[in-house]
């Protein structure tokens, strides 16, 4: 079975530009989560969807929103970057048959704000 | 609100020693789940072990052992021997079943450093 995939792998913008990453879960999983890493803060989670629903969110301004689609594959979206938006955003799947199922998570997509 | 704490950020070994990984965590909730994660190189998050809060007995999986006491909040983790290949940033996270959906709070991470 495929792993989470995500793309693009690597990601270089301009502060004041909007980026969109894509997130494809592992087939069968309805769940996706996504995580944003930084030196400084570590691991965040920044939101979760669940049949094209987002039933969580953390705590991020809302230049940062997302979508899930039909065959469970999600998005996120970053408006007007900041040069602290420079991250690695991972993204996770999860069977969602409750809360609290094991995510896997995919390589991630390394983005620069320059 | 959820918390962990992985006091150690970095270790170092030397190759066929052992090292153990402290996680302490703070919940409110009565039913909750701890993961560990690696994070080689590489940047993926690779899923080691899961473990829900009525469920207190230590596994082992290979060279890798973990210790859940509910008693001191900790869910500690052992690489017994330890290989060059394991590497990585270890990070342990944690969920909450009141929670709505699914959502890991992670630690700061441990980075592991095993020297040939």
């Known amino acids: 079975k495929a792993g989470v995939t995500q793309t693009p792998r690597y990601l270089i913008k301009t502060r004041g530009q909007q980026v969109t990453l894509s997130c494809s879960p592992i087939?069968?999983?309805?769940?996706v989560s996504w995580y944003q890493q930084t030196p400084g803060q570590g691991l965040q989670f920044l939101f979760e969807?669940?049949?094209?629903?987002?039933?969580n969110k953390g705590n991020f301004p809302g230049r940062f929103s997302g979508r899930q689609f039909s065959n469970s594959r999600s998005e996120m979206n970053v408006s007007t970057l900041e040069l602290g938006d420079s991250a690695l955003y991972l993204c996770?799947?999860?069977?969602?048959?409750?809360?609290?199922?094991?995510?896997?998570f995919g390589p991630g997509t390394r983005l620069t704000v320059l | 609100a959820q918390k962990v704490t992985q006091a150690q950020t970095e270790i170092s070994v030397v190759e066929k020693e052992d090292v153990t990984l402290d996680c302490v965590y703070e919940?409110?909730?009565?039913?909750?789940?701890l993961f560990w994660y690696k994070q080689p190189p590489s940047g993926e998050l690779v899923f080691l072990i899961r473990?829900?809060?009525?469920?207190?007995q230590n596994e082992i999986s290979g060279r890798y052992s973990w210790n859940f006491q509910k008693s001191t909040s900790s869910f500690n983790f052992t690489i017994t021997a330890s290989q060059v290949v394991d590497s990585a940033v270890y990070f342990c996270?944690?969920?909450?079943?009141?929670?709505?959906?699914?959502?890991?709070?992670f630690g700061g991470g441990t980075r592991v450093l095993v020297k040939p």
């Open positions: 996770a799947s999860s069977l969602a048959t409750s809360t609290s199922d094991t995510q896997y």
């Open positions: 087939s069968g999983h309805r769940s």
């Open positions: 969807y669940f049949s094209e629903t987002q039933r």
């Open positions: 919940t409110r909730d009565t039913t909750y789940y």
């Open positions: 473990r829900n809060s009525f469920d207190e």
């Open positions: 996270a944690l969920s909450e079943r009141a929670a709505a959906g699914n959502k890991l709070t």
